[in-house]
């Protein structure tokens, strides 16, 4: 299921539609680092990322096509979750992971938002994608598993 952001309204269904994502520059130097410095890296893709995020504020959608109801326009959907095509759907989702994230102890560089440093990892977020490097590869794989456990993912 798909919302129809272009439904909404700024100041009263969304304040904020814009979501940082790593900027190339920082991608290309990291992954030299990690080779120069023999680092492990692990790439992650969230499934369904958007939909694990919270909504800031009440949001209704019409039934979708193929709902079947006696008068569909009598009823309308309340959404639980982020969804996407909402148009603060990635806003959404970039403030759930980035909490999730300094929650492991990362903090933003200053550079660049959506570079998360740790005193033995780097983290880039792209979106819905992550890329991780350590020394260690114990260290990316308790990310990963911390931030399932603390429902973060």
């Known amino acids: 299921m798909n919302a129809h952001g272009g439904m909404q309204r700024w100041g009263i269904d969304y304040w904020e539609t814009y979501a940082p994502f790593v900027n190339w520059i920082s991608v290309r130097l990291m992954l030299a680092l990690s080779i120069a ?39 309308v959907l309340k959404l639980k979750k982020n969804l996407y095509g909402l ?19 990362f903090v933003k560089s200053e550079i660049d938002q959506c570079v998360f440093l740790h005193k033995d990892c780097i983290v880039l977020l792209y979106v819905d994608d992550m890329i991780a490097m350590s020394k260690d590869d114990k260290v990316l794989e308790d990310i990963v598993t911390n931030l399932k456990r603390k429902n973060y993912i």
């Open 37 to 75: 410095h023999g680092l492990k890296t692990k790439s992650i893709d969230f499934v369904l990322a958007f939909p694990q995020a919270e909504l800031e504020r009440d949001v209704f959608m019409e039934l979708p096509y193929g709902f079947s109801c006696e008068n569909k326009r009598n009823y």
């Open 87 to 105: 148009c603060d759907a990635s806003y959404n989702w970039f403030n759930k992971i980035t909490q999730g994230l300094e929650s492991e102890g």
